[in-house]
């Protein structure tokens, strides 16, 4: 069993930054794949990014590609996206994921685990 809490959401202006981070329970944590989806108002929640056990690879969405980055600290049992370029579309609600393999996939329905989310509101 995995336990996952998110942190470092806020609001912050259009060309800004902010850095989630992801904080896991669980002596396996870092034999799990780990992937950051979000979810806007009225909308389905779609992968961000995503990250291998090792941290040797990683993927992100075309919408994100060049602006974000997801890193991962196993000593710490942390998963961090760095974003930067904010955009008022990337307003949402972020979820870090774990998946209980270890490589990732673009499919939220392969992840096991899942966070209460952090809030990112970009205003233009």
């Known amino acids: 069993q995995v336990q996952l809490v998110e942190s470092g959401g806020g609001l912050v202006q259009a060309g800004g930054s902010l850095r989630l981070s992801c904080a896991g329970s669980?002596?396996?944590?870092?034999?799990?794949?780990m992937g950051w989806f979000r979810q806007a108002p009225g909308k389905e929640r779609e992968f961000v990014a995503a990250i291998t056990w090792s941290g040797g690879s990683t993927r992100y969405a075309d919408s994100v590609k060049g602006r974000f980055t997801i890193s991962r600290e196993n000593a710490k049992n942390t998963v961090y996206l760095q974003m930067n370029s904010l955009k008022p579309e990337d307003t949402a609600l972020y979820y870090c994921a774990a998946r209980g393999l270890r490589y990732y996939t673009e499919r939220a329905e392969d992840y096991d685990y899942w966070g209460q989310g952090t809030q990112v509101t970009v205003s233009s």
């Open positions: 669980g002596r396996t944590f870092s034999s799990y794949a």
